[in-house]
């Protein structure tokens, strides 16, 4: 869901930026169940064959494809960062 609510009415009912967001503060305080489920709904509907959507208008349909500047890179960046969280997680535990 959106994070801002606006008096406007607007036909975007999901934008990724906003999941990457949450998705990058579940990192930054160790929820890696909540990461996971939330990565895992990430990809299942944003991402068609590689390609990566930015947006899902009211009627479904995904727009926006490879927007690297607004949403893609910050999501790309989430991921990361979670890998990389892991990773240093799985070197500290021996």
């Not at 959106?2 to 975007?12: A, C, E, L, Q």
């Not at 899902?56 to 995904?62: A, V």
């Not at 690297?68 to 997680?89: E, Q, T």
Request: glycine content about 6%; proline content about 3%; charged content about 20%.
């Amino acid at each position: 869901r959106r994070f801002s609510i606006s008096n406007k009415p607007g036909i975007i009912k999901f934008d990724l930026y906003d999941n990457a967001e949450a998705l990058n503060f579940a990192y930054m305080i160790g929820d890696d169940v909540f990461a996971s489920q939330l990565r895992d709904s990430i990809e299942a509907h944003f991402v068609r064959n590689g390609v990566v959507f930015s947006r899902i208008d009211l009627s479904g349909t995904l727009i926006c494809p490879d927007y690297l500047r607004w949403a893609v890179m910050p999501f790309m960046l989430s991921v990361s960062n979670g890998l990389l969280a892991k990773k240093a997680d799985n070197e500290s535990n021996g």
